[in-house]
C-alpha cells in the first residue's frame, strides 16, 4: 500500500505497532522508559536522569548514504539508528531515547518503512534505546534523519566526563577497535553488484550495512580516564585528522598496526590498506590517551582494541601515516565528503 | 558559491561562523550555555539541569512546506525553529539546545543557507535556545530538520509537569492563545502570488512565515496548574480532535468565538472563520482546563487568551463546531495531512 493511501496518521499507526508501542495512548513500556507522556503528544518528556545530556543526529538519504534496491531496508533502519549510537559510544556515552524524521514521497510503499522500522527496532532493543516519536512528511526522495539523546558517564567527584576530539596530548598513544576497511569493501560489494558467494563476502557486507556501536568501548575508555576519541565514520586517516587539528597536534599512524579482518585481506588482497585507511563508516572507535591509562583496556579482549599509533610533535597539526620503515606514505583520497559529488 | 565548492567542512564553517560560533574550537559563548564539548564534535553535551528532558523535531521540505523563491531564506530558517519552540511552548517547557540537520543539494547556493541560518540565528536569539550542531548531507532536494531539547516545568514537590493532549476533563474550558487562520491566509497570498498591498496583507504573510512560539504562555499554563494543551499546527478542528481522542472526551467548539485578527476579516471577509478553523501552522497554543485555574491566564492581556468552548459529553470523542443558536455546522477539509498530495 502506498503510503499516500494510508495517510500520515494511518502511517504512523502502524509504525507505532511495528514498535510495539501503542499510538496514541501510553504504554507500559514507555513508562518503563521513564517517559512522562504519551507517544503522539507534542514532544516527548523524559524523567531527570544523572548526568550530563548528550545529544546527537544522523540523516540517511536515499541514493546518497544507501542504494535504493540493493540493500534490504531492515538494514537501513538498523544503520540509520547504529551510526547514532555510534556518536554516543563517541562521546563514551549511555544512549536513551531517539527520535525519528521521515521524508517520504506519497508513492513510497508502506511495506518498506515498516521494514525500516523493523530493522531499527531490532538495533534499539539490542542497545537498549527507547524509539519514541518523531516526524513524518512528504518529499521528493527518502530520507531517515535520526535524532538521539543520551547522558554522560559521570565521574567519582559527580562531574561529567566525554571523549572529545581536542584532548589528545603529545606521548599519548592511539588505539582503535576492532577491523577497519570492511565497511568500505562491503559498500564496494554491493555497488559491483558481485554475487556474494563466499562467508568473507557476505560478512564485508555485512560490515557495511550492520555496523556495530562500540558503547562498551565507550564507557570503559571515559571509566578508565581516557579523554580523547571519536568514531572513524569518514575514515582513518581524515577522522585522526579532526583530532589533530581540534587538539593542534600531530599523529604518527603506523600502516602496519592497523587491524585488517582476514575477509578483508582475502577478498581484497591488494586494496585491504587502501580501504582501511580512507574508507568511511567503520563505526569503530578511536581512543587517544596515556599509555599507563590505555593498558587496562587493551587488556580486555572483548574490547578488540589495537594500539595503531602515537601523538607527536610536526610543524602543523596533521596524520603522517608511515610504513614499517618509519618513513611517510601517501595517501590517496582522504576519506569522505558530505557534499562533494566525487562518490 | 555552490556547496559543493566549498565541501562539507568549509561549509559548516561558514555556517558555525553565522551563528557566532568558532568551529571547531570552544567558545565561550558554549560554555556559557552549559555545553562541555566543543561545537563539531560527535554530539554534543549539556551541563546536567533541573528537571525533566523534552526532546522534539520537525523538518521543512522544499516545495512541500515553502514554496522556493517565494518565501526568503532567512524566513525558512526563522520557521524551522519556531516550529519546534511551539512544540517546547506546547509542553510548557523551556527550550535549551538545537541540532539542524540540512540536506543540500550540490547546486545548492552557500548564500541561500547563509540567510537561512540568518533567520535561525535571529529566532534563537530571541528565545534564548543554542543552536549546537547537527549534519549537513547531500540529496536531491532541501530540506532543514531541527530537533530541540528542553526542560520541563519543575513543580513545588520536584515533579515535572508538562501539557499534555490527553488530559481533557469533563467540564474543562478550552482556551486559545493569538487569533487563528492569520497563517493560512499568509499562505494563500503567498500562493496567489498577490501583491501585498496593504499592511494587512503583510502582517498576514508574516503570520506564515515568522509564527511567534508561545513559550510564555505554556510555561503559564503549567505554573497555573493547567494538564492539558498543544499547538496549533495541523488546523484548530483537527487538533481539537487529537485532543478528543487523546482525553476521550467530547469536544464543543463555538465558531463565534473564535478570534479572527482584523486583518483577517478585512482580507478574507466571506472566508475568515474557514481559514481560522481549518488553517494551520497558526502555531498559537490550546489551552484546556478547569475554569477555576485558566482565570488567572484569562486575566493576563499578555497571552491575548480567548474562551472557545467546552470538553462535553458526546457519544464518541470528536469535536463539533456549533454556532450561535448551538447548531452544529459542517466543517470542510479538516486540516493538514503531511503525506497526502492534496495540498
Chains 1, 2 share one sequence.
Not at 16 to 28: I, M, V
Not at 200 to 229: F, M, N, Q, S, Y
Not at 306 to 314: A, D, F, K, T
Request: with cysteine; charged share 20%.
Amino acid at each position: 500500500m502506498l503510503v499516500s493511501e494510508l495517510g500520515e496518521f494511518g502511517l504512523i499507526e502502524l509504525l507505532a505497532r511495528e514498535l510495539g508501542l501503542s499510538y496514541p495512548a501510553a504504554s507500559e513500556s514507555l513508562k518503563r522508559a521513564g517517559l512522562l507522556v504519551d507517544l503522539g503528544d507534542d514532544a516527548l518528556v523524559t524523567r531527570h536522569a544523572e548526568g550530563s545530556l548528550i545529544l546527537t543526529t544522523d540523516t540517511m538519504v536515499e541514493g546518497v548514504h544507501f542504494l535504493p534496491g540493493r540493500v534490504a531496508w531492515e538494514d537501513v533502519g538498523w544503520k540509520s539508528l547504529a551510526s547514532n549510537l555510534s556518536d554516543i559510544a563517541a562521546m563514551g556515552g549511555e544512549p536513551h531515547v531517539a527520535l525519528v524524521t521521515l521524508i517520504l514521497s506519497a508513492e513510497a510503499e508502506a511495506d518498506d518503512v515498516l521494514a525500516l522500522y523493523r530493522g531499527m527496532r531490532e538495533c534499539a532493543e539490542t542497545h537498549g534505546v527507547l524509539i519514541a516519536g518523531g516526524d513524518v512528511v512528504r518529499g521528493p526522495a527518502f530520507a531517515v534523519t535520526v535524532s538521539l539523546s543520551g547522558w554522560a558517564f559521570v565521574g567519582a567527584g559527580g562531574e561529567a566526563k566525554a571523549l572529545v576530539r581536542g584532548a589528545a596530548r603529545l606521548g599519548d598513544v592511539v588505539a582503535v577497535t576492532g577491523t577497519l576497511g570492511d565497511s568500505a569493501a562491503g559498500l564496494r560489494l554491493i555497488q559491483d553488484q558481485a554475487p556474494a558467494d563466499s562467508d568473507a563476502a557476505r560478512r564485508l557486507i555485512r560490515a557495511h550495512t550492520r555496523p556495530v556501536p562500540r558503547l562498551e568501548a565507550g564507557r570503559a575508555a571515559v571509566a578508565a580516564g581516557i579523554e580523547c576519541g571519536m568514531d572513524v565514520s569518514d575514515g582513518l586517516v581524515q577522522d585522526l585528522g579532526h583530532i589533530a587539528r581540534a587538539s593542534g597536534v600531530g599523529i604518527r599512524l603506523d600502516a602496519a598496526r592497523v587491524p585488517l579482518s582476514q575477509d578483508l585481506t582475502a577478498v581484497f588482497p591488494a586494496e585491504a590498506i587502501g580501504l582501511a585507511l580512507t574508507g568511511g563508516e567503520d563505526y569503530e572507535l578511536i581512543l587517544v590517551g596515556p599509555m599507563a591509562r590505555m593498558e587496562s583496556l587493551l587488556g580486555r579482549p572483548d574490547l578488540k582494541l589495537s594500539l595503531i599509533g602515537e601523538v607527536v610533535h610536526y610543524d602543523q597539526p596533521r596524520v603522517a601515516v608511515v610504513d614499517e620503515s618509519g618513513a611517510e606514505m601517501p595517501v590517496g583520497r582522504a576519506g569522505w565528503d558530505h557534499l562533494r559529488p566525487d562518490r
